[in-house]
């Protein structure tokens, strides 16, 4: 089955951006998730891309793809206080249950 | 407002006590998932469901029971809590075909 790896700690300071990596396992993957969870709440769902894809851009977040690789990074520019939270990367293929990563938990230093 | 809500954000239960953990989708969605996260762990899939009644064993389902009586709720059951089962548990929702999966807030369950 698939499986999703990713560092736990990343610390930046404000104003400079953030890069979160991850890498799966299953190629058939067909869609690759960042979620965020802040402190004591549920998942939010931040942004997605589907495997046909190399690139995403939505604001200040960047997704990049590397299928050949299977690694998946998620890049915040210009990170702020309000950032720093957990980010799971995910992986599924249409019906199938999300695979998460471990999360990787964000600090960022004013 | 589409919603995913579960009854409880915080239980504490006894060692062996029977615990429902409920959850409800107001959106129709076909796919419902129970999950439990710990820290250094992420998420785990504990069960699934893909329609009314049916259910699908997920990565952890030992200790637990699932029940899905109707489309818009799906219920976790520990039928004999254990010290081992305090976490986190989070349920989602997701229909078919599309991308993204809606959570609950989360109910912090502790078993003493």
């Known amino acids: 089955g698939e499986d999703v790896e990713q560092s736990l700690f990343l610390s930046v300071r404000e104003g400079d951006s953030s890069v979160i990596n991850c890498t799966y396992t299953?190629?058939?993957?067909?869609?690759l998730y960042w979620y965020k969870q802040e402190p004591g709440a549920g998942l939010q769902l931040l942004t997605y891309i589907f495997s046909n894809m190399d690139m995403k851009q939505d604001q200040r977040l960047t997704v990049l793809l590397n299928k050949k690789d299977k690694h998946l990074s998620l890049r915040i520019a210009d990170t702020q206080t309000g950032d720093s939270a957990i980010y799971f990367c995910?992986?599924?293929?249409?019906?199938?249950?999300?695979?998460f990563g471990k999360g990787t938990r964000l600090s960022v230093i004013a | 407002d589409v919603k995913v809500t579960q009854s409880s954000r915080y239980l504490v239960k006894r060692t062996g006590e029977k615990v429902f953990l409920e959850c409800v989708q107001d959106m129709d969605h076909e796919n419902m998932f129970w999950y439990r996260q710990d820290p250094g762990l992420g998420l785990r899939l504990i069960y699934f469901?893909?329609?009314?009644?049916?259910?699908e064993k997920g990565d952890i389902p030992e200790g637990y029971s699932v029940s899905r009586e109707k489309k818009e709720r799906f219920s976790l059951i520990l039928e004999s809590a254990s010290t081992n089962q305090t976490s986190m548990y989070l349920c989602a929702s997701l229909q078919g075909g599309i991308t993204e999966a809606f959570f609950g807030q989360g109910t912090r369950l502790t078993v003493v």
């Open positions: 299953d190629s058939s993957s067909t869609y």
């Open positions: 995910a992986a599924n293929s249409g019906n199938t249950p999300l695979v």
């Open positions: 469901s893909y329609d009314v009644k049916m259910k």
